[in-house]
Structures are given as C-alpha cells and as structure tokens.
C-alpha cells in the first residue's frame, strides 16, 4: 500500500518545519511520499520545506479553495492511499500514519479522520470543539458523513470517481464524505491517529472561517436552515457549557468574556452565512482565505507508545 501525504500551506513558515519533522519521525517511512501544495507563500515556507524530501505544487492565492488544493496535490501524486494534513498541524505520535492507514486494509472503508487536539494558541472554546468532535474513543463505522481534512486519508481510487468540489467556500471533506456514505462505504474514526492543530485567529478570522463554512454547508445541505432564534439558542448553549467547563477549570473569570466574543462570532457567523445570497466575489474570497495578518499539549489518553519529542528538531 503506497502513501501520499499532501499538505495545503499558505504563509506557514511558522509551523511546517514542525509538521515535516514529525512526519520523519514516523514508523512507516517506506512507500511514503510527500506533497506540499502552495497557494503563493511569501513568508519562507517554501525555503523550509526545501530541506526535507518533499515535491511542492504551486497554485495562484486567487485560484485557491479547499478543494482544488487538494485536488492539484492529488493530481500529483502516485500513492494509492491519499493522507491529508494541514500544514498547521503535527502528530502527536510516531505511529500517527499507521493508525490513519490501518483501516484500509478493509475494503469498503473509503475514508479515516484522526482526533484533533488544540495547541496553546488555540482560543479556550476551540478546544472544547476539539474534545467534542473528536472524541477519545475510535468509531469504526461512524454513521454520519462527518470528516475533516486537517488530518484525514482517503482512497485514491475512489477520489478519481469524485474529486473535491472547487467551487464550495470550505466543507470540501462533508461534501465528500457525504458521497462515499451515500454510496454504501464506510468511515472510520480514528482516535489513535492525535494531531495538534494548532489556531492563531484573530476574532475577525473566526467570525469569517464560520461565514464560509455555512455558505458552503448551504450548498451541501440546501434545505438545512439556521433561524435568528437559532443563533440566540446556540449562543447562549454552547456560551454557558464552554463557561461550566472553564468553572470545572477553574479559570471561569479569565476565560468569561474571550468565551462570550469566540461564541457569539461562532454562531453570528453562522447564521451571516447561512443568509448570504450573493457570490463569492474576488473581495469576499480574499477575506475568506487571505486575512490581512497571517505548544503541545498530549492526549489526555495514555498510550503504550512515546510522543514525538519535538524539542529535539531545533
């Protein structure tokens, strides 16, 4: 079974050195090739990312969605198994590719996603996303079409039957995810398989990451609607359960307000989304995806097998 590991970067100079590094320091080496799709960088990740043995395809900032950055990376790669990463992220352990690739041993898995843990910079209530998304526990056959390309695998075979959609401002992985449960395959959650995906946004890049993913998720799901008084529930719900953990924390009156701005921007977005009628204009996918101004933490699941120790990359 070959591999192909692709990586979507934008300006991640930051933390791509961090992610190949940890990509090395994996089990599985042998069949493993990696690709590093580029949507015009003008920090120095492409100067970092020269070090290590990695093949860079290059795409235009303004031609940039999730899915065809992906769908170039694959285009460009020969392995039957396609891994999937964000270039802001890194693995936890050295047996992180052979979790998410176990799975396909079984013929009618067309899909793995691997748990996503928060890094410091992460804002308190994406953390609590993290833990209730990606839960602790492994499903072998989930029963609902959720995925996430931040850390993901897919069958290249079957990608070539239905590449991503280029035309959807983010959910590219539901989309697709959706297509291979409708067509009889199964997705397999993966807890073994711990990233750190680590976040820096300021809360203008919240409210837009959130804008983006509803109007893609009205695309994907046109009848799904997302009232006012939905918003104000959500709010307030998912506010006063992120506060009752930072309680339990014991960090209630530092997390409170940074709490109360992340949530509301969560679901404000949201339902702006949800209502935008126009198109994805050139001034709207530059908000989108090219804002103006571009850490460990462990499992809390004790595993028989020692992290990557990342102090020693230098």
């Known amino acids: 079974m070959t591999i192909s590991i692709v990586i979507r970067a934008f300006n991640e100079g930051k933390h791509i050195g961090r992610l190949l590094y940890g990509i090395q320091q994996q089990t599985l080496k042998e069949d493993v090739e990696i690709i590093l799709v580029d949507s015009g960088s003008t920090d120095d990740t492409l100067e970092i990312a020269a070090r290590f043995p990695v093949r860079i395809v290059q795409i235009k900032p303004e031609e940039f969605t999730f899915g065809r950055s992906l769908n170039r990376g694959i285009e460009a790669a020969s392995g039957e198994i396609i891994v999937m990463i964000s270039a802001h992220c890194f693995p936890v352990y050295p047996d992180w590719l052979v979790q998410l690739t176990q799975p396909f041993e079984k013929e009618d898995v067309a899909l793995t ?150 949530r509301f921007l969560q679901q404000w977005g949201t339902f702006r989304g949800y209502h935008y009628a126009g198109k994805v204009n050139a001034q709207l996918h530059r908000a989108f995806y090219y804002p103006p101004n571009i850490l460990d933490q462990k499992s809390s699941k004790p595993r028989p097998i020692k992290p990557i120790n990342y102090e020693e990359k230098g």
């Open 113 to 262: 996603y691997g748990r996503q843990i928060g890094g410091e910079t992460n804002h308190y209530s994406e953390h609590q996303i993290f833990r209730y998304y990606f839960p602790e526990h492994s499903v072998p056959a989930q029963g609902q079409p959720y995925a996430h390309n931040a850390n993901s695998a897919i069958r290249r075979d079957l990608w070539e039957q239905h590449p991503y959609d280029e035309s959807l401002t983010g959910l590219e992985d539901l989309a697709w995810s959706s297509w291979a449960m409708e067509t009889g395959r199964t997705i397999t959650y993966v807890a073994e398989a711990v990233v750190v995906h680590s976040h820096e946004e300021t809360l203008r890049q919240v409210y837009k990451r959130y804008q983006r993913e509803a109007i893609a998720i009205k695309r994907i799901l046109p009848e799904s609607k997302f009232s006012f008084w939905r918003f104000l529930i959500q709010w307030v719900k998912f506010t006063l359960s992120d506060l009752l953990q930072a309680r339990r924390e014991g960090v209630f009156l530092k997390q409170f307000f940074p709490v109360v701005r992340f």
